[in-house]
């Protein structure tokens, strides 16, 4: 996300590359003399969202069949949540090459052929014989998922940047989407007993293929044909490049707070409104699905937002919501306003970590995907810390005390979000119409 423009009389600080946005010969003019979307950049937008939900899909297919893979290995729930972290630490030690990956292959590449290797090894891990070879899959799995994060966050960034509006949001919301079809399948395979090896082995052929044909209609050339480079990049960097690192470790962070607010609805909610507030079972399993079901409306509608009162106001917002809602919930706990609480408490966070991808990534001073890969590396980090902290607070005292992680998260954020740019900068064709005459 690139940032705001300085208020009058005061000095911009001079950016490493700015942004460009290239002319379309598909496109077409409208009556306020903008230049729409062509079809290559349409093409390029539904191929993007294609990528996105093959990336929520594949991993969601194998949640389900959990309980079925540590039946059959005999595994004790420590055995279990060990070989399950192997996932995010894979994640967490192979993130950093993701922005050297997209660099030398390019994010179309990376993001689609990536998920063939995401593809294969959750299909190892279902097939897996022990223990081991469960937690190798799961690592390789995770390892993959980080890189293929940043391709297709970076491609999707291109796009929008061809766009010339916010549109970065609804590529998150189609992965919430498709993360939700894949939990339907792997429910409904579980539920016909189907074999792992039958039911992951189709999801990983009828998904792998889905994003290569994507791949064909991603951008073509490299990922800084958007980006106009400034007359001295190289002093530039290094007048830049101190302040640009503290920035975006600002933003990893309040991303981190995002990922924290939505793992404790995950991990949290059922266990809960079923152990504290003593929830039905049926019942308890609403708090994660309000939270994932208001999450994926703030992001459908959370571009046309960005780009009325721009990101920073946005974030700011959506915390609030979070802090307040999720107080009230924990101050005056019952079943209905708790599960109110988790569903507005998704509803605030919904932006907050495409917005944060989308700052560092137009940071200036930073190489081409390095401020996206650190963020995305913490975001992980925070995905990765949240649930044994609740869980020790909860320990010393009571889960009820472990959730005050998420309305602190969300003051978290508040205090951070000036670190977020104010607007989404239009197209350099939609400048132009707006001038005065």
Known sequence: MTSAAPPPNRQAEPPSRSVRFLPMASGTTGDTGTTRPGRTERRARIAVAAVFLTNGAVFANLLPRYPEIKASLDLSNAQLGTAVAAFPLGALLAGLTASALVRRFRSSRVASFGMVVVAVGILLAGLAPSWGLLAGALFVAGAADAVVDVGQNAHALRVQRRYGRSIFNSFHATWSAGSVLGGLMGSAAAGLALPLGLHLGVSAAVFVTVALVAYRFLLPGADDAEREPAASPARLRSRAGGRALLVVLVLGVIASAG???????????????????????????????????????????????????????????????????MGLALAFPTVPGTIVGFGLAGLGVATLIPAAMHAADELPGLPTGAGLTVVSWLLRIGFLVAPPVVGLVADATSLRAGLLVVPLAGLVIIAGAAALPTRTPRRADQAESTKPS
């Open 259 to 325: 990922a924290l607010v939505e793992d404790s609805g995950a991990s949290w909610a059922a266990v809960y409104l079923s152990g504290s507030l003593g929830a039905a079972a049926a019942v308890a399993g609403l708090g994660f699905v309000a939270l994932q079901a208001l999450e994926f409306l703030g992001r459908v509608v959370g571009d046309r937002l960005v780009d009325r009162f721009g990101q920073r106001a946005v974030a700011r917002g959506g915390a609030a919501i979070v802090v307040v809602a």
